[in-house]
């Protein structure tokens, strides 16, 4: 529990941060358009219109960089926009749209993905946040299996909470990579990774209530196990699942 806090907070701070560079550096950015604005209703020659014309659209392009930083950087507060969802459904879809990725792969490199998720699991969530924690977890084991394997995820409901869980015959990892894989900006990927996606997994999960967590072995494999709460039993399934009401006397 205190290591989830700590990793909240520091997101939240480093989301902050961002937001606040993001800010002044709009500012600027409107400023800098203004004034291409201007000088185009003044220029004359080709030459000088054509410059302004590529400046607008860099100037276009890093405002699209900065509106990413902040789609990034929003931390949600609350649930207001979460949904009774169908775990089960909502993983096989995600498996589904990431297939393009892993589907290709033959031979000695061939990947071999199974989910068992037959039952519906329903949780309250946010679709897209919760399909974006799925996409990361996949895209990590297919990164993790460069001369092919398996991934196996299984949904289901155990007590009072959904589980999630995604396995991998990978590469495994160590101890000392295990201990920082939800740190912001860690990665052992190089320039490949952003090391991002599970530190903003793991934020995810805990806006819902949830945990994860991992197992790994270095050459075996790794295990993410996630945790939901379940949503409510809803209205409509308590009518049609409970006992039908004794016949009234007459
Ligand atoms: P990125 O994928 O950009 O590196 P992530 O936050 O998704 O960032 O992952 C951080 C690190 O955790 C990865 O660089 C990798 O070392 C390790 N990791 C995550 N998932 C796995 C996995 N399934 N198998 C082995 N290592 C993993
Ligand atoms: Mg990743």
Redesign the pocket.
Known sequence: YHLQMRQTERLRALGELASGVAHNFNNALTIIQGRIGLLKARATDETTLRSLDIMHKVTQDAANIVKRIQDFARVREGDSDFERLDLSQLVQETIEATQPRWMHRSGKSSIHVTCQAPLPVFILGNPTELREVVT?LL??AL?AMPTGGEIIINVYQQGDVAKLVVRDTGTGMSEEVKKRIFDPFF?TKGKQ??G???SVSHNIVSRHRGRIEVESEPGRGTTFFLTFPLAPVSLTQTLMTAPPLPALPS
Do not use: S, V
């Open positions: 990361n895209f990590n990164d990665t990774g952003t991002l996606g599970l």
